[in-house]
């Protein structure tokens, strides 16, 4: 609404920040905007663009000598522009420890507390991913039972990630395990899959091979490549 983006606009002029952040900030922060920013100047790393160290002087302008380091609002704020940061870059989560030593650099004095009230107020989640230990066997159910019994537990690392990136990969996790097990004879008889696997010949043939007997199959190369699934979906078309 206009409204609220001239009341942001004067919370941003007061705080020194550039007026033309205010439509980004309210629609990123929403009804009651301008109220959240004066309550919390670090909700402007919300934006795309804004540093930490603009966000701490933004601050500093709004809050005086309230605004310190070990400030709740800044960790968790920290927090949250690390893990987007991390994002962009391709990874959706990070370990703990990563984590914390990336918010000390950033002069979060104390990171564990930072992440802990992160945690705490639901602006990050805490995710466990069992390591694989060199040359042990791939778990079974009945392993997972010995383990309950015996008391002993798999080494896990601990990682840290954004709501709307985990249920991302949830729902893409749950969508490529369908892929994987559905039924390949679903998708024509196996004799007139290798018929169309001989015909193509080479790489292209192990590719119609590969796609007539799996759920989900990836598929890398270089230019020459692109010809390969080509010749599938000319088999998969002569095949109905």
Do not use: C, K
């Amino acid at each position: 609404a206009p409204e609220t983006v001239q009341a942001v606009r004067q919370v941003l002029a007061a705080g020194g920040a550039p007026e033309s952040l205010a439509l980004p900030v309210a629609t990123a922060l929403g009804e009651g905007a301008a109220d959240r920013l004066r309550a919390d100047p670090w909700q402007l790393l919300h934006i795309a663009g804004v540093r930490p160290e603009q966000a701490d002087g933004f601050a500093r302008a709004l809050l005086g000598a309230e605004s310190r380091p070990d400030d709740e609002r800044r960790g968790r704020a920290f927090t949250v522009w690390l893990l987007e940061q991390a994002a962009l870059a391709g990874h959706t989560s990070l370990e703990a420890p990563a984590l914390t030593a990336a918010l000390a650099q950033r002069g979060v004095p104390d990171a564990d507390a930072a992440l802990q009230s992160a945690l705490a107020e639901g602006e990050a989640l805490v995710f466990q991913d069992a390591l694989e230990e060199p040359g042990a066997p791939a778990p079974t159910p009945e392993a997972d039972g010995d383990e309950e019994e015996t008391g002993e537990e798999r080494p896990v690392r601990v990682l840290v990630g954004l709501e709307r990136y985990a249920l991302a990969e949830e729902s893409l996790a749950d969508g490529l395990a369908r892929l994987i097990n559905s039924a390949p004879g679903e998708h024509g008889p196996a004799e007139g899959w290798e018929r169309a696997a001989a015909a193509a010949r080479g790489s292209a043939g192990e590719l119609i091979r590969a796609v007539s007997g799996h759920g989900l199959v990836l598929h890398t190369g270089s230019e020459a490549a692109r010809a390969e699934p080509a010749r599938l979906l000319a088999g998969a078309r002569a095949l109905g």
